[in-house]
């Protein structure tokens, strides 16, 4: 029997390799540092709040995302009929911090009632426990190649796909004869990171709107309303950072949580205070651009494939763009196989 290929990042670039490669009867192992797939399609359980919205789930990775591709609407129309998914939203305001401006249309953009999560959780769901093994919560640091297989935490691969930020991805690839999987990172852009304040009130004391894009502001780009995005009219808003307060806040996020509850005070002007909240920090939220290649694949002892995908690979940073990366690259490994 071949041997499986590894898929090293359990997000949605992850786990749509996964099912390209299951779908040709290719069985995977895939390495996920999360203790559940996801990546930045991330939620976090409200706890502790002191409010009655305690269970509650929250996005505080990726905002929303838009499905142009004809393969991923494919997949996300199924999702939305099974109730994974719904339509959250064509209009988004614009606002600075004098406040809200005005409304501003665009494509639509898709949330999950339960998080974003479950969505990535749903196309793991679908995959066949005889192809797939899932080890969570497990860091790779390094790939080796012995016996003409590629050997990751111990154990043997025909082949890998690498679905991660590609600073992570550099750091397990120090080994020589892996340099030509570096040199298709060569060109890695800036990757910025991101804080997002979760604020949680008693009520609804805002004016109504879905989202709003916070123009040259030193302090937040970004606030959704989770309520509106859930679908369940919950007073909760989530606050994206610049890339600079989140680098000035890293080894510690919450201290940037009254600069941010002060910025987003100024555009949303709320009538009530929050009861609760909380800062996640995202180290590597999203590359400044997207290589118009839909993925990249080196042979590494001249004879073993190495592939990596993600949202900085086919004309990202995008939800989307991830998918179809995944799913791309899934093809090429299981053609090559």
């Known amino acids: 029997m071949s041997l499986p290929v590894a898929i090293v990042g359990g997000g949605i670039s992850g786990i749509?390799?996964?099912?390209?490669?299951?779908?040709?009867?290719?069985p995977v192992t895939i390495f996920d540092r999360g203790y559940r797939v996801g990546g930045r399609l991330a939620t976090q359980t409200l706890r502790d709040t002191g409010t009655s919205w305690d269970g509650r789930v929250v996005d505080v990775g990726a905002s929303y995302f838009t499905a142009h591709n004809d393969q991923f609407r494919a997949v996300v129309d199924l999702l939305e009929e099974q109730g994974v998914l719904r339509q959250w939203t064509d209009t988004i305001?614009?606002?600075?911090a004098t406040g809200i401006i005005g409304p501003k249309l665009g494509p639509m953009r898709f949330a999950a009632p339960a998080g974003l999560q479950s969505m990535v959780q749903a196309l793991a769901d679908q995959l066949p426990d005889e192809l797939v093994t899932f080890q969570?919560?497990?860091?790779?640091?390094?790939?080796?190649?012995?016996?003409?297989?590629?050997?990751?935490?111990?154990?043997?691969?025909?082949?890998?796909?690498?679905?991660?930020?590609d600073p992570q991805l550099l750091t397990m690839l120090d080994r020589p004869v892996m340099q030509p999987v570096?040199?298709?990172?060569?060109?890695?852009?800036?990757?910025?990171?991101?804080?997002?304040l979760i604020t949680v009130y008693n009520e609804v004391c805002w004016p109504e709107f879905d989202g709003i894009f916070v123009n040259d502001d030193a302090v937040i780009t970004f606030i959704a309303n989770d309520g509106s995005r859930r679908g369940d009219a919950s007073p909760v808003l989530v606050t994206h950072s610049t890339a600079p307060v989140a680098a000035a806040h890293l080894t510690a996020p919450l201290t940037a949580a009254p600069v941010m509850m002060a910025a987003l005070a100024e555009v949303v002007k709320p009538a009530c205070m929050p009861q609760w909240f909380n800062v996640k920090r995202w180290t590597y939220a999203r590359p400044?651009?997207?290589?118009?290649?839909?993925?990249?694949?080196?042979?590494?002892?001249?004879?073993?494939?190495v592939g990596v995908a993600g949202d900085s690979w086919a004309g990202g940073p995008r939800t989307e763009a991830a998918w179809v990366s995944g799913s791309e690259l899934g093809r090429a490994l299981a053609l090559l196989r």
């Open 136 to 165: 969570h919560q497990v860091d790779v640091s390094d790939i080796d190649v012995s016996e003409g297989a590629l050997v990751i935490r111990g154990e043997q691969f025909g082949a890998a796909a690498l679905c991660a930020p």
């Open 16 to 26: 749509a390799c996964a099912a390209a490669l299951i779908s040709r009867d290719v």
């Open 182 to 196: 570096r040199e298709l990172l060569a060109d890695s852009s800036m990757w910025e990171p991101v804080l997002a």
């Open 288 to 305: 400044l651009t997207g290589r118009s290649e839909p993925f990249g694949i080196a042979m590494v002892a001249n004879a073993l494939s």
């Open 93 to 96: 305001h614009v606002g600075d």
